[in-house]
């Protein structure tokens, strides 16, 4: 069974900086991507940035220069390292992998999430 499990969220000022994780675990044949969304409350979650066959990143226009994701393949592991925060990045963030496990079909999975409160 897959499963992704998150760490890393927790209570910052503005200005400073968080590192989440998220790894996937279980009998995984391919990763296709892996990235982080975010929901706010009364808002919609929305992506925030997402790795793709390892290499190419996407970033939502918000936390561009201040967010970098990047991808442990070895650990089946991405992390979303968080610099400059603002307190509009409060939101439970989740991270979302489309994956092929073993001896199945392809398919999205997703985390439990993760709370990031940025306040002084």
């Known amino acids: 069974q897959v499963k992704l499990v998150e760490s890393g969220g927790g209570l910052v000022q503005p200005g400073g900086s968080l590192r989440l994780s998220c790894a996937a675990s279980?009998?995984?044949?391919?990763?296709?991507?892996m990235g982080w969304y975010r929901q706010a409350p009364g808002k919609q979650r929305e992506l925030v940035a997402a790795?793709?066959?390892?290499?190419?990143?996407n970033y939502a226009d918000s936390v561009k220069g201040r967010f970098t994701i990047s991808r442990d393949n070895a650990k089946n592991t991405v992390y979303l390292q968080m610099n400059s925060l603002k307190p509009e990045d409060t939101a439970v963030y989740y991270c979302?992998?489309?994956?092929?496990?073993?001896?199945?079909?392809?398919?999205?999975?997703w985390g439990q999430g993760t709370q990031v409160t940025v306040s002084s």
């Open positions: 279980g009998s995984i044949a391919s990763i296709y991507a």
């Open positions: 979302n992998a489309d994956l092929r496990p073993t001896g199945s079909a392809r398919k999205y999975y």
């Open positions: 790795i793709i066959s390892g290499s190419t990143t």
